[in-house]
């Protein structure tokens, strides 16, 4: 079963340090990995997409790895802001996949403290 | 602006009422899709559409329905079928149907409408 596993499911970092979040995932083959920010009560929005041959993608302070032999991704989050407080979700999309193509992890749930 | 629309942002529903969620955008995208979002758990598929006047069902398509009557416009009605509709549910659209595509092609999600069964 294609599965994204998302670790940790809570993070509190203080304001200005730095974090990483990890997702593990089982699909196979995949086409692409993104990552979503997704603010309380509100729409997910991109922070990184990455095809299956990619290493790494920044967005500002956002950048996101992948090593396709492990099958992990981590997205890391430098001086993080108060603004960063939000939930990111991992997402894999699997188009040669008989099942569903686009597999949502349940998140981790970040909070910046000041 | 383009972007995509969800209305209304709160709504709720008695039991044994159907409710429609609206949908639109104007991204001139062909595929649309809704999910549900339930506290603790990854976002699941309910309904999605590649093209108007089609539509497939998603993992968990079952007491809600559908149409595509307009590329723009892609409406969810929650019946009184759906036994736990109370859930946060969220429209999105891309340019072509995500699983279909191997290259990197962006979702855009809306808003968001929160509805409460009373």
């Known amino acids: 079963k294609n599965q994204v596993e998302q670790s940790p499911q809570s993070l509190i970092i203080l304001e200005g340090k730095n974090c990483t979040l990890q997702?593990?995932?089982?699909?196979?083959?995949?086409?692409?990995l993104r990552w979503y920010k997704q603010d309380t009560g509100r729409g997910p929005v991109s922070l990184t997409i990455?095809?299956?041959?990619?290493n790494t993608k920044s967005n500002g302070r956002y950048t996101a790895t992948l090593d396709a032999d492990t099958k992990q991704s981590s997205l890391h989050i430098t001086a993080s802001q108060l603004s960063d407080s939000a939930s990111y979700i991992c997402?894999?999309?699997?188009?040669?996949?008989?099942?569903?193509?686009?597999?949502f992890g349940s998140g981790t749930r970040l909070s910046i403290r000041p | 602006d383009g972007g995509i629309t969800q209305s209304p942002k709160y709504l709720f529903r008695k039991e044994g009422q159907n409710v429609t969620l609206s949908c639109e955008q104007n991204?001139?995208?062909?595929?649309m899709y809704w999910y549900r979002q339930d506290p603790g758990q990854g976002l699941r598929l309910i309904y999605y559409?590649?093209?108007?006047?089609?539509?497939q069902k998603g993992d968990i398509a079952e007491g809600y329905s559908v149409s595509r009557e307009k590329k723009e416009s892609f409406p969810l009605t929650v019946t009184s079928a759906q036994k736990n509709p109370t859930a946060f549910y969220l429209c999105?659209?891309?340019?072509?149907?995500?699983?279909?595509?191997?290259?990197?092609?962006?979702?855009?999600f809306g808003p968001g409408t929160r509805l409460t069964v009373l």
């Open positions: 999105a659209s891309s340019i072509g149907h995500l699983g279909d595509y191997s290259g990197a092609l962006e979702q855009f």
């Open positions: 997702c593990n995932y089982t699909v196979s083959p995949f086409s692409n």
């Open positions: 990455m095809t299956f041959s990619e």
């Open positions: 997402v894999v999309t699997a188009p040669y996949s008989s099942a569903s193509k686009i597999i």
């Open positions: 991204l001139n995208h062909d595929a």
């Open positions: 559409s590649q093209i108007v006047n089609d539509f």
